[in-house]
């Protein structure tokens, strides 16, 4: 257990200093690992890079959930964007709504 919690750790201290490369590196292994975050904490690192505007962390975690088979649903996704939209970080997320 401690493992996930020093893997957690890391994970939210790279997407606050919006480090879009090392949140990268944190998911990619992820894949492999025996103990994975699990996609309500990907999700709620997410929600943490749009309140905050990190463009960087945001754009990581969307792109692993992307190739990920454990998604981010739709309608978390939808709500994320909707906060997003509520802050004007659209474009900084390089996201669109239709």
Do not use: C, W
């Not at 990920?68 to 906060?83: N, V």
């Amino acid at each position: 257990m401690q493992a996930i919690e020093t893997r957690l750790l890391r994970f939210h201290d790279a997407v606050m200093a919006n480090d879009g490369m090392v949140v990268q590196k944190i998911l990619a292994d992820n894949i492999i690992s025996k103990s994975p975050l699990t996609i309500k904490m990907i999700t709620g690192m997410l929600v943490i890079a749009v309140e905050n505007s990190l463009s960087d962390a945001g754009q990581a975690i969307l792109a692993y959930n992307s190739s990920a088979l454990d998604k981010i649903t739709d309608k978390h996704l939808d709500s994320i964007m909707r906060l997003a939209a509520q802050k004007n970080n659209l474009p900084s997320v390089k996201v669109t709504i239709h």
